[in-house]
């Protein structure tokens, strides 16, 4: 299947480059009946949309959502709902001197070899303004799972350059302009942004996400495991470098009599699985974490070549995220939603008429190690 | 698309369970003209086979692979080649007693609610026996871009356990049961594992591959990006609970200055990114590593329920690997191998006719942080 | 895969219904390079849209496409191509009142047994219009499989009701609004139209479509034939009812000593297979056939029933087609262009590398019983 | 995706050459819980062996299949299902006169233009061999859909050559080698064949099939629509070159007064559109028709080429069938029940929330020019 189809069941074909005319999508295989509106999808746009502070580029889109087909009388109808998001702000002046040269970290140098060609116009189909396209599909999947199974998804950022921001509360985390779920943290926050800033440079985060009330079954046993398929869709976005499902790189050194979460009449006892056994939903939590790296355009010289293979020295200048990190919560938890509808609809188109063994055992309060909350609606 | 099917063009199609008559699988999509026997398979077969040192599960299964199909006179017709292993060392006498209760840390559970009914003789479909149908498939993968592009694919373990493992050389790790690229520290990992099994516990691992020889292209811009497929692959993998693409988590506390690999007409001066640049391919090593999870199975009394929701205390016994990282190297190296053939096909089904816009620079040897040669033919 | 995605490299990803705001489709897959502007692309529609004669719909819609993305600089980028055709003319007052009834021959009792609801202004989703969005994407298709092989795919009505049209010549197609390859025949059409709309009545057609230039090999041996996927394609177009290969059910009372297309030094003697052995390309022309069923909407009293399951008469007024095989021309063109394209690319994936054991053969002349000169470009 | 692989959530992957060790698939989704054995299979396959009477090929083939995976205790667990089919009777030697040359009307000429080689024993990968496998999973499907709602899927042979064969009794059916509806016409049919053999030459034949039992609202409105996924599946069956749906090209001459089935409180007044609307089952039977060409392998002198490219006389001599379409009504059924579960998967994966707006109407009996009773458990 063509790279821009996201989705076996429930699937986004994405289109669209930052300077170009729109970004938009096509959503297929929606189940009909969802009341739905542009302001459902807009309200989830506007959490990622650019120039909320001054930590995040200063770019002005609105973003605004157009619902092309799909939806009548306010409900979807199962036929494919496709979105429009027009493009505004584009100064593509700022980028004609990157047109002959290749940015450090960017994929100007990767796209040539591969198509020959490249929109060079803020990064074409490589801008991360192509995440505004699963944040408004997402809008529709995390709508579903909540209406239909009271399924929450909610991300936050744990850490931002060296600093790690311990969990306190979901609601500081709507609070801010990090996503931090910490409120007395963000004056530190702030400044450490500002010294990035100051020293023309970017840095990296991390972003979790946890998404409670999925019931137990949802994956596949050997390759589309329900843990490979989140890995796939959060590696897919921009800046990803490292996904980590439960405790992640933390069973390396971990024993298995630590690692195995006991099971109890009243629930589980702990999750390190992060909510997924053998690649199929256990009914906890499931606890995703990624690594986000620091935005390549920085204004400092560093090295490059040309077209002609000769070398340059270059500032990439204009309006960028000094820490693409911050904005990336929304996209997150959007590719988790688009994971989980996909696999709620081939659950039961094989499994409809599957009578479980007993009934679904709680998933207890997390344990010690990740003292956080499930999401409440 | 179901979901024991790996793969866009080059899919492999799995099937069986532990204890059953055979697995095997189909791989459909091969370019034709390949030579082939079912030496070249065993060969790889033969290094994650079970039983060849103390450290690991003493069943035994010579896992003997018949080509059924889609090779005549040697060579591949570019029809489906079938792949079959019979089961041999089945001892499903030990498995009975597991039956009525969900072993913690596994699949029975979340198997049971998926759909209704497991085979419960060894796992069935989600024992680590399954990868060796991976591990056959991708024989024909990695000899393919060996062959017609001179890529090679290595993987070593990195830690076991806490204990971390330097990196010395590639021809160390086919020198000892561990894939330890340290000729001197296997005494120390022998009787880690050794306390390990005596404590009747089990531990994580950290593995790593790296593929050289690709050239710069391969991938997709938005969601089936190489590392995407890559950290499907990987996460596809039993007991695989963390992936990581170049520097990995690695960047969260990174500076930009030091992250974007800077490019001179003599080739990149780093390798941050681990290869992949915006989703495609750079030409430079492709760097991933992983987390593999300590043994559920292990002899010590854990909490658990039965069918009846009642509470119960279990120990597994039987053969099973007290580190499953152990034999997960030639895994890893496989499932690289069928993303890597997967996207070189797509990659010229697109785009065979571009002409890129210079020839590609060099690899430069890897920065010191990573001081690891490419591995060589 | 969502059922409203088309094909599996090259893919056309439909949205739309007739009297919401637009129709359109994102292509993606397509080769980089291709000179295409807004223009390639509405000449195709042009020969599609309604209103050119008395003897199609009244309904006027200008069919302006819209490129979104995916060109830049007046060629493709490889990156998805989504194209936008805003609705125009949609008197949705005309369609108030079958919202509650079930159109005998049309999708409305079909649709409301699989979604609950529909979107009942002008047919939504089942709509002809639906078409148009084919059309457009099979010109991209069209254009690439002409200037990277010169290939020519161009179809005629071969049949309009009772009167069978002999072939003439490729250049009276154009000249008529039936796409009739036989100028002196028109007459005869029209009155034949005259008479149908009179009776307010409509009625059935035959389309035929010949592609030349197909280099041998393209195709699949078992299920994804070339001819089964024309077959799937032909068959997904609103109304086809039948769709043959060669010499289709002409084979039926046939002897394989007639069937069998004996092969010389200078070429295939005969072209009974229609262009296509064992589903693969043989590099003669490629012949499909397909049936038209008449339109459903007359204005005639017809049995049905409503909501409640009460019986009514219906008349169903309004601009319609009164043969929709009219208009079909383009739209089987399109959609032989789309698998075309499709196996072009899925060929070169895996057998880029294949030497072909001696060159290709000609696909002479057709034989008398199909005396149709190969379309030139 | 690969071309061996059928289907989108039940999936079969096909393997096997006529002369290599074994033919086989995978079938992947299937829902668990289904009692399957070896013989339920097994007894489908035995209606389309080959060697039970003088009309087909005198291969003698029990095609045993054995299940190797899926199955426990059983029931199918939902895990692939794979089948294995030894091959038996390969009598290699006579094939290899022909190593050299191209049998008119086969796919040997294709083939090496696609592969650049070909397993030559017995048409290899191209044989109608390969068709066993299509009616094992068949037969799975078959039983599922059967056992969860009662479906229905039976063929019959309605044309063969010049003699049409009139519909008599669904009992006929299973009473003679043709599969013939009729008892009294049988001897002419054994004549006419006699006739044909005893000329050297082979004859098409046209199989019907028709389902009962299809709840409304099974396919999709736009690509994967029911009839032109039928399409695809009858079309990808070797040597057949033409499909239709209800009325077929019996549309073209039709009138919408005619065609469009008119409903009412007691049901369907008629079944032209062959049980499908809009792409969408109406409830209705779906009626299918194949036309399949004579066999190319007749022992007459036959113009071709070899490798060299010079010309060659060449008789295919050997063990065939004079009428593949003798055996081919198993087959037809098999590819049905494949398309319609995929579909009953489906629709439950989008829609198991819908409620109808009306209680399903009946199918009448069909009208007078299709006098064929729905078929009975």
Known sequence: MSGSIFGT????????????????CVVDGCPPGLALTETDIQLELDRRKPGTSRHVTQRKEPDAVEILSGVFEGKTTGTPIAL??????????????????????????SYEHKYGV????????????????RVAAGAIAKKWLSEKYGIVIRGFMSQ?????????????????AFFAPN???????????????????SIGAKIDVIATGIPPGWGEPVFDRLDADIA?????????????IGDGFGVVAQRGSVHGDELTPAGFLSNHAGGVLGGISSGQDIRVSMAIKPTSSIPQDRASIDRDGNPVQMQTTGRHDPCVGIRATPIAEAMLALVLIDHALRQRAQNADVVAPLPRIAGLAPDGQQDIPSPKA
């Open 9 to 24: 069941l429930f699937t986004v074909t994405s289109f669209g480059e930052s300077h170009g005319a729109a970004i938009g």
């Open 84 to 109: 429009l998001i027009r493009n505004q702000d584009q100064k593509s002046g700022d980028y004609s001197k990157i047109m002959n040269t290749f940015r450090p970290g960017h994929a100007d140098y």
């Open 118 to 133: 490249r929109d060079y116009r803020g990064g074409g189909r490589s801008s991360a303004r192509e995440t505004a396209v």
């Open 160 to 176: 931002l350059g060296e600093i790690a921001i311990p969990f306190q509360s979901w609601e500081a985390v709507s609070e801010n």
């Open 183 to 201: 409120a007395e943290i963000i004056p530190q926050l702030e400044a450490y942004m500002d010294k990035i800033r100051s020293e023309r440079d």
């Open 232 to 244: 796939y869709a959060m590696m897919s976005i921009n800046a990803v470098k490292g996904v980590e």
